[in-house]
């Protein structure tokens, strides 16, 4: 089945409903931590250096991140297997469950170093089903809809998702630091934006109910059923350089959305110090603005081109994002319009580069393959990608000197960026989201 003729879900708001909302929860949940950076280090993490204890925050943040690719594999297999419904109904559980229990932890003062070694346990187990989130709802969104719609969805799940994800983190943060001003959100407010994560896992409840599962995967041009593909067509031939520089890609992307959006809450509240009012209210409207990038950039795509979007957004971030990062860091906290314009600015131009990423990604791989290619390579990108910040803090000896760091930082991530795109084939309409029985003996001999 070609493109064009690909029949859509019957019902593909569910399934769009669904895709969107599971990955801005799961963004929710997973970056609820860098909202709380601060009162985490004192209470699990505590330290006479501000900056080790930002360090070991960021440390646990990345063993999330090193856990996501494992993730990715494991309910990869079952999206590609077993549907793309039922693996999504799991993982949106499980992030939720585990990002609640993290608010249980008690304070190193309490239990010693129990208390580290239970938080980072659950930032694993949060890992695993972050990267299982990557394969369900990178896939079922834009398997469900018609081709002509899919670089909007690919930047309204992977960039917007985020966004959005991004946005509820801060009315979140604002409302529970109002409840819980000064000194209590120290000892209990951060307590309470994780048990906010629960809200994630009654979205498995909505899936499990309204969404239909992937036109695509169901196999609904063909009657008879398709031979599986093992993981290690993606391994082998053909397949490992197309993994190899897809994974590059998605590191590229992956950095620039680190080093700006997600370490936005930390060079507020660190760095440039504003005061809690605006920096929720800054954060909020990055979130927002976000959104209006990646799904304009995402449609662009459709337009123009994937390879084309993202490399001309990386070519321009290659000297925007270090010049902007820079700037902020000038502005100091006491001009906080600027900072906010300057804000907007730097998030707007880094998620804008990766909104294609997700489509490209689907676009690499045939629908058998789907789910465990895109997840892994997504996640293995992001994985490296999401070191960043760690690495950041670890080589600034003093608060002062991250803004340096982070300019060093995002010039690299863009030229890598920029790089591999050049390497890489155009994919938008290559590829049929139709399931075919021949297709795994292709897939089987290297993509």
Partial sequence: MSPATHQPAK?????????????SFDLFDLFLLLYVAGPVSKSI??????????AAVFGSFAVTVVMRPAGAALFGEVADRRGRKKAMV???????VTTAAMGLVPNYAAVGVLAP???LTL?????????????TTHTLG?????PRWRGLMSGLIGAGGAGLGGALASVAYIGVSAAFPGPAFDAWGWRVLFFCGLAGALLSLFVARRVEESPAWEGNDTDRAPEPVPFRALLRGRGKKILALNVAVAAGGGAQYYLTSGFLPTLLSEIVPVTERQRGLILLVCSVAVVVAAIGA???SERVGRRRTMLGFGLCNLLALPAVVWAIAAAGGERGTVVAVLCVLMVMLSNAAYAPLMIFLN????TELRARGTAVSWNLGFMLGGLMPTFVSLLSPDLTDVPSRLVFFLAGASLVFVVTLIAVPETRGSVSFGRRPERAEQVGSGL
Avoid: D, H, K
């Fill in 298 to 300: 995402g449609e662009l």
């Fill in 142 to 146: 834009t398997e469900s809809i018609g």
């Fill in 363 to 366: 676009e690499r791989y045939p």
């Fill in 45 to 54: 993490f505590p330290t006479s250096n501000p900056t080790l204890g930002m």
């Fill in 123 to 135: 930032r694993v187990a949060q890992g695993l089903f972050v990267g299982g989130v990557t394969a």
């Fill in 117 to 119: 070694v239970l938080f």
């Fill in 11 to 23: 019902s593909p708001g569910a399934a769009v409903f669904a895709s969107v909302a599971g990955w």
């Fill in 90 to 96: 799991v993982v949106m559980s499980g992030v939720g």
